[in-house]
Nanobody, 122 residues
Framework: QIQLVESGGGLVQAGASLRLSCGAP????????MGWFRQAPGKEREFVAA??????YYADSVKGRFTISRDNMKSIMDLQMNSLKPEDTAVYYC?????????????????WGQGTQVTVSS
């Protein structure tokens, strides 16, 4: 069982930046694919970004503003979010699964964090 823990959420104004981190206290080594998803109030959870073997993929809504990165040695995945917009407001979740390629569907991930709230005011 893989445990994931997110941190770094908060309340910011539009245009600001936030950096989310996802840690795996028990370690997460090897060919794992990791992803970020988000869920806004009243909406379904949606894909944000994914990382696998150095390759990345982003949802169109965040492309050019968000950057996903992973530190294999520290078992940490980060999501740098710049130029935040009110529509980015959501609970952000990190997820992981055994990798090999990029996965965009939440049902393809096996392990999830508890989520961290990001609120962007206008």
């Amino acid at each position: 069982q893989i445990q994931l823990v997110e941190s770094g959420g908060g309340l910011v104004q539009a245009g600001a930046s936030l950096r989310l981190s996802c840690g795996a206290p028990g370690g997460l080594y090897g060919a794992y694919t990791m992803g970020w998803f988000r869920q806004a109030p009243g909406k379904e959870r949606e894909f944000v970004a994914a990382w696998s073997g150095g390759s990345t993929y982003y949802a169109d809504s965040v492309k050019g503003r968000f950057t996903i990165s992973r530190d294999n040695m520290k078992s940490i995945m980060d999501l740098q979010m710049n130029s935040l917009k009110p529509e980015d407001t959501a609970v952000y979740y990190c997820a992981a699964r055994m990798g090999g390629r990029l996965y965009l569907n939440e049902y393809e991930y096996d392990w999830w964090g508890q989520g961290t709230q990001v609120t962007v005011s206008s």
